[in-house]
Every structure is written in C-alpha cells, then in structure tokens.
C-alpha cells in the first residue's frame, strides 16, 4: 500500500458514558479519540428482513497508518469493538461499527479496519 491510497479524512470515536441535564441515568455520547487519513474500500453489501423491516448493510474497510492507535488496538477485544469511524462523503455523516482491526504488510506500518453500517 502506498501513502497516497490514503485520500480520505475519517474520525475514530469512541463510547462516553455520561449523565444527561438533570443528573439521572447515562445516556451514551461519543468522543473523538483521533482523525486520520485512510483509504476507503466499499466491499459489498446486502439487504434483510428483520423483524418485519428490511435492513439496508454496507461493509467496508478502512485503512490506515498505525501510529500513535496504542489505545485504539489494544486492550480486551470487546473495548476495541466498541468504537466506531465516522466517515463524511458528500456532505452526510455515517458511522461504521467495528468488525475486525488487523495488521497488514508488516512491521505494524498499517491496519485494516473492517466494519459495518446498518440503515
């Protein structure tokens, strides 16, 4: 992979938990742990019917540069699935939820970060 496969601007975000205005419960927000280049690699989708609702899936991988990503990669398993890449294409926002982060060509130069997001 070369650096200038990666064009696009992404932000990893991870969970808050915080209480809302009046002191009660927690209510989930999300922070931006890092903003990065990546390159971005639509690989397919599908449609199902769920609960009498079709669900509209989109997969994608996201590549990145692994640099200072310690506490994105690290950690249990259920941590590192928790986060999320917030991807802006044409004006509109969308989130992808973590599938898989994995290491590629070696000598921890890049990961590849499978995800999806469910219409």
């Known amino acids: ?11 990893i975000e991870q969970p808050v938990l915080a209480k809302n205005d009046y002191g009660e419960g927690e209510v989930d927000s999300w922070s931006e742990i890092r903003e990065v280049w990546a390159k971005v690699d639509w690989v397919g989708g599908s ?14 991988d996201f590549y990145i540069r692994n640099l200072d990503l310690d506490s994105f990669v690290s950690g249990s398993a259920a941590a590192t699935m928790s986060h999320r890449i917030k991807f802006t294409s044409e004006g509109v926002a969308k989130y992808y939820y973590l599938h898989n982060v994995e290491q590629i060509e070696g000598r921890e130069r890049f990961l590849k970060i499978t995800t999806e997001e469910k219409d």
């Open 1 to 11: 992979m070369l650096i200038g496969e990666l064009d696009r601007r992404i932000s």
């Open 47 to 60: 449609e199902t019917n769920e609960t009498d609702k079709i669900t509209a899936t989109t997969k994608v």
